[in-house]
């Protein structure tokens, strides 16, 4: 009797109570109310259990739902044309608040053949230690072990374990890491540092799994994005690159005049979205060139009237040979308008003023200026002091006046030095292909 009552937590001086008024009743009536005592303790019990069971599922459901959303969000950030960075990052802060963490970092490896050896950490939270110190413990201490069986490694005892790491070592209590897989090779190594409540369990081990699948496709997808726009870039110089070699003295000009433009672009305030796709204009500027006769291009004396007809044809002839490509579209409005003057002087249309895109002032400027301080058949390279005069005094006619501030602003000497050096570049590692 007194474990029935401590097992439905039932008084037992009450119930003691109760079962001695029924004794007064029938014995059929006792065993009636036995039966229904019986059921409201069975009924209770259930009862108890189904709350329980209610309450794991809720908070079951509460980390689910907390997990989709993160992933959801996660998937929605995958924009391969932002950098590396810029999404690990994301994903360290989301991990940092979902999985309630100290710190969370992201090692991506340097990609092969990509001409860097260095590692890029990413990192968010109050990191225990510096990054080159967790650097090194990825690389030296956890690297190995997940590449030893390419799965999640949680450690609880991090500080004892990792003692012999030296000085430091035991700021970091607990640890997960995964590895950021493409194949069968290791890409880079995802990471939780310090658990603010307990320790690493298995749904943070599942949750993490996750989010290294989906941060894996992204890199893998951001890699070959990466790939079709070198391959798309190396396509694009090489094609300029032949525009340019039809005159030994303006080879190297479409490169330097991009380079020229996205300074331009970048001191104008653009974005480096926007900047690159001045840089790409800059380069293309005299793509249509590429039909017109080296009679006429490399003619060291006054062109007749015809000639001039004729190349005064190239921005539109450009505009035309772009247009075959969609993703280039934005860049058209640029080659066409590339001769245009604010002061309405330009061709092919004559536009002035505002009627003429910046993108295609700002790449104006640029052709001039390399155009006055390279070599041409007929001239050596102006001197500085004229260059710099010339431009000033066509400030607000040939040039947009606010541009020609922004590329004064500049140490020309410097500048023009870094575009040689550039350009030089350029030519030794295409002499390097063609041997
Ligand atoms: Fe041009």
């Known amino acids: 009797f007194a474990r029935a009552c401590t097992r439905a937590e039932l008084d037992r001086e009450v119930m003691a109570g109760l079962c001695r008024q029924l004794a007064h009743h029938h014995q059929d009536q006792t065993e009636e109310l036995q039966a229904v005592l019986q059921w409201t303790i069975e009924d209770e ?29 996660i998937s929605g950030s995958m924009r391969v044309t932002q950098g590396g960075g810029a999404f690990f990052e994301n994903i360290c802060r989301e991990l940092l608040e979902v999985m309630h963490l100290q710190a969370a970092a992201a090692l991506l490896y340097p990609r092969e053949h990509s001409g860097s050896s260095e590692d890029e950490l990413v990192c968010a939270g109050e990191q225990p230690l510096p990054k080159e110190q967790l650097t090194q413990i990825i690389r030296r201490y956890l690297a190995p072990r997940l590449a030893a069986d390419m799965r999640t490694l949680v450690d609880n005892q991090f500080a004892s374990n990792a003692a012999h790491l030296g000085p430091g070592v035991e700021k970091i209590r607990t640890i997960i890491a995964v590895p950021l897989t493409s194949g069968d090779k290791i890409k880079g190594v995802l990471l939780g540092v310090n658990k603010l409540t307990g320790e690493f369990d298995s749904n943070d081990l599942k949750l993490i799994g ?37 005159d030994p003295y303006t080879s190297g000009h479409s490169r330097r005049v991009a380079l ?14 926007r900047a690159g796709r001045v840089y ?7 793509v249509g060139k590429i039909g017109m006769p080296e009679s006429v291009l490399l003619k060291a004396g006054r062109l007749t009237d015809a000639e001039y007809q004729k190349v005064k044809r190239h921005p539109e002839v450009g505009a ?3 247009s075959g490509i969609r993703q280039m579209e934005d ?25 003429i895109p910046i993108e295609a002032l700002i790449v104006g400027l640029s052709d001039s200026l390399d155009a006055m301080t390279s070599s041409r058949t007929y001239r050596a390279p102006m001197p500085l002091e004229a260059v710099v005069a010339e431009i000033r ?33 350029d ?9």
Request: glycine share 8%; charged share 20%.
């Open 45 to 73: 019990q259930t009862k108890a259990v189904a709350q329980d069971e209610l309450g794991t599922l809720s908070t079951n459901l509460a980390s689910t739902y907390e997990e989709l959303s993160m992933l959801y969000r």
């Open 210 to 246: 996750s989010i290294s699948s989906q941060a894996a496709v992204f890199l893998e997808n951001h890699h070959l994005y990466e790939d079709l726009q070198d391959l798309l870039m190396g396509m694009l110089h090489a094609l300029t690159s032949s525009i340019d070699a039809k």
């Open 260 to 273: 020229i433009s996205r300074k331009l672009a970048e001191l104008s305030g653009f974005d480096p979205h």
């Open 280 to 286: 790409l204009a800059g380069l293309l500027h005299d």
């Open 320 to 322: 035309g040979i772009i």
């Open 331 to 355: 860049v058209i409005p640029t080659i066409l308008c590339h001769h245009e003057r604010p002061d309405g002087q330009g061709y092919p249309k004559g536009l002035a003023g505002d009627q």
């Open 393 to 425: 005094r066509c400030s607000g006619t040939q040039f947009d006046s606010q541009l020609v501030e922004l590329l004064l602003s500049l140490d020309l000497a410097e500048f023009l030095e870094y575009l040689r050096e550039a350009t030089d570049a």
């Open 427 to 435: 030519a030794e590692s295409a002499q390097g292909v063609n041997r």
